[in-house]
């Protein structure tokens, strides 16, 4: 590919873009403590909140695979009326302030939500507990997902589907043993996105579960709480997280993202 030089504007105003993004994460590692990153990170606290953000995010990843990847599926292949509608609303997540999601899930599931209220009289409170903190995640997390596969589905080509099945493979057999290796980049890509997404989810979390150590406390909750009571120790916390955050990005784009 030929490459070409930059007017001087352009290089101007593209390096004042990209110090814009880069001078605060040289920030947070220059204010970092390092002489007592090993203490910060080695505390109960800090392992609950690990613990519990690797859980929680692995298994709203899990969740939105299993739901996800067949929406996205009928958003590509199936025409029925108001899709557009119902495909707006199920990636508005994306984009809404995650505090109102949180309250979303609250009138949807609380204990006199929509539908929480019929769960309780089956002795069942999502509301301030680990699973109130899954769904949190994944309700904000799988439209990445959901948007990512549908683009995989409507790139690839059909005609391998189409010859499958002229040769007697069932829906069943068709989808997984043709469609889904076609898409696998687009699912991975989709997964590490959500993945990523739910890990450094706040705001839903928040307002949904609370900030319950050892049950509802997150690594961005423990941020957030530190921040308040242990500047440093929050400094600590939150150069993890963009250290996961930048593995994901750079790591797998050209293996996954760059394919999907």
Do not use: K
Request: glycine residues 10%; proline residues 6%; positive net charge.
């Amino acid at each position: 590919m030929r490459r070409e030089r930059a007017p001087l504007w352009i290089g101007v105003l593209a390096a004042i873009g990209a110090a814009f993004f880069i001078l605060p994460l040289i920030g947070l590692v220059v204010r970092t403590p390092w002489g007592d990153a090993l203490q910060s990170l080695t505390s109960a606290d800090t392992l609950d909140a690990l613990r519990l953000s690797l859980v929680a995010s692995l298994s709203a990843t899990a969740f939105a695979l299993v739901l996800g990847v067949p929406l996205a599926w009928v958003y590509a292949r199936v025409d029925f009326p108001g899709r557009s509608v119902v495909r707006a609303l199920t990636t508005l997540p994306m984009v809404l302030p995650p505090v109102v999601g949180g309250i979303a899930l609250l009138l949807a599931f609380g204990r006199r939500g929509l539908v929480g209220s019929m769960l309780a009289s089956f002795g069942v409170s999502l509301p301030f507990t680990t699973a109130g903190v899954v769904m949190a995640e994944t309700f904000v997390a799988m439209p990445f997902l959901v948007l990512t596969v549908e683009a995989g589905l409507r790139s690839m080509d059909r005609r391998y589907e189409d010859a499958a099945r002229t040769l007697g493979a069932g829906r069943w057999t068709v989808f997984t043993r043709v469609t889904l290796p076609l898409i696998a980049p687009s699912v991975a890509a989709g997964a590490v996105l959500c993945w990523a997404r739910a890990l450094g989810e706040f705001g839903a979390t928040i307002t949904f579960a609370g900030n319950f150590p050892g049950v509802t406390q997150t690594m961005p909750l423990a941020v957030y709480l530190l921040l308040e009571t242990n500047p440093q120790g929050s400094f600590v916390l939150s150069l993890i997280l963009l250290l996961v955050s930048l593995v994901v990005l750079v790591g797998l784009r050209h293996r996954w993202l760059g394919s999907a």
